[in-house]
């Protein structure tokens, strides 16, 4: 009977660890589309109201949920006090320090940071161009995650029950 219930706790909990690791990876997904929404907000709203970027990223700020939100509320903050020389420098200090909650790969942390190289110093024809190849590289990041996402939870999940097949043969 201790065999069986051993069993049963083993295999409850590899294929819990294989459901969380899909869980993961979905989540993983969704910040990163959230992310291209927030810059297709930021692009719009610069767009359609041709107004200082701390303007825009507050506006967009008061749309968007947490961590983003304050990422953008203290890069327009942090812009509009200039105590930092460069634009890039207080696009890439504020990302780093507010959207580490979300536990980035180092690939999208760096994909992130680009804008900051151009967000403040082109003039709006340019940037509209600009935002719109940075959102369709975006997209490509996000598609590629997409790709391989069908097979990894596949692997997952098939992993999650093979492990607690193994283990139970291995301790019985």
Known sequence: MQ?????????????????????DLKNYLGKMLYLRYVMSLVKGEIGYTHAPLPEVFLEVAGRIKQPYRAWLSGTARAV?????????????????????????????????????TFLGSLERETLDRTLMMYLNRLDLEIEKQREGLASR?????????MSGIFLIILLI
């Open 3 to 23: 065999r069986v219930i051993g069993g049963v706790l083993i295999m409850t909990a590899t294929v819990g660890a294989g459901w969380v690791y899909c869980h």
């Open 153 to 161: 939870i596949r692997i997952g999940r098939c992993l999650g029950v």
């Open 80 to 116: 509009a006090d200039r105590d930092e020389g460069s634009f890039a420098r207080v696009w890439n200090r504020c990302a780093d320090q507010y959207l580490k909650p979300l536990g980035l790969r180092h690939e999208h942390s760096v994909l992130i940071k680009e804008p900051g």
